[in-house]
């Protein structure tokens, strides 16, 4: 079984400041990670997604993520926020063996303020 | 390509009424999904497809809600009689191999309203 908890449903942060938005998960197997962003009335756009190899994912818009396995985290990370980073994120969990079963974190709202 | 397209954006109907929602994949990806959020359950794994299959339909609420998938390059997502608490966005999203190893690629989603 596998499981997302992200910290926080709703993070404030000035313009320019650092962004983390905070996932960790649960997994019997090896994970696959994902972090997806969400803007108003719009669909959820995949960020970054960690499979294997190096554990510092970079992503677009200058996210990136870190995956930790001995803290069982992949938090969400940008130096410096931007207006245009308002928008709701979902942390992900997959198995490396069951394609198809993705569970969603419950999302955490991201607002910047000028 | 133009992503994943789904129509309509919105949808308003009275209860009882049957409610067909479209949705065309990224050209060569094998699987589709559709997909409900609502603010209570979050994201919600309706069906999935494989290369026009149904694989796992295990998250249909009811047998109110039906998908097929005639063709690679449509899908359907009906409701029928709709009630209320079927209010919500539904995401058709497709993935090349597998959302669990390449990601998703979302649609815009249609808002459901049931009134």
């Known amino acids: 079984a596998q499981s997302v908890t992200q910290l926080g449903s709703h993070v404030s942060v000035s313009e320019g400041a650092l962004v983390l938005l905070r996932c960790n998960y649960s997994?019997?197997?090896?994970?696959?990670l994902f972090w997806y962003v969400q803007y108003p009335n719009q669909g959820l756009q995949l960020l970054l997604k960690?499979?294997?190899?190096?554990?510092l994912v970079k992503g677009i818009n200058g996210f990136e993520a870190e995956f930790k396995k001995s803290e069982t985290s992949f938090h969400l990370t940008k130096p410096s926020a931007h207006m245009s980073d308002a928008a709701e994120y979902f942390c992900?969990?997959?198995?490396?063996?069951?394609?198809?079963?993705?569970?969603f974190g419950t999302g955490t709202k991201l607002q910047v303020i000028p | 390509d133009a992503g994943v397209i789904q129509s309509p954006r919105h949808e308003v109907t009275e209860m009882g009424q049957e409610v067909t929602l479209r949705c065309k994949p990224i050209?060569?990806?094998?699987?589709l999904f559709w997909y409900r959020q609502t603010m209570m359950r979050g994201l919600e794994l309706l069906i999935y497809f494989n290369n026009n299959v149904p694989i796992d339909d295990s998250g249909m609420p009811e047998d109110r809600f039906s998908a097929k998938m005639p063709n690679a390059s449509f899908s359907t997502l009906k409701i029928q009689p709709s009630e209320p608490r079927d209010s919500a966005v539904y995401f058709c999203?497709?993935?090349?191999?597998?959302?669990?190893?390449?990601?998703?690629?979302f649609g815009s989603g249609t808002r459901l309203t049931v009134v």
């Open positions: 960690y499979t294997t190899g190096a554990t």
């Open positions: 050209s060569g990806h094998d699987y």
């Open positions: 992900a969990v997959s198995d490396q063996g069951g394609y198809q079963k993705v569970t």
């Open positions: 997994s019997s197997v090896p994970p696959y």
């Open positions: 999203a497709s993935s090349l191999q597998g959302a669990g190893r390449d990601g998703y690629t």
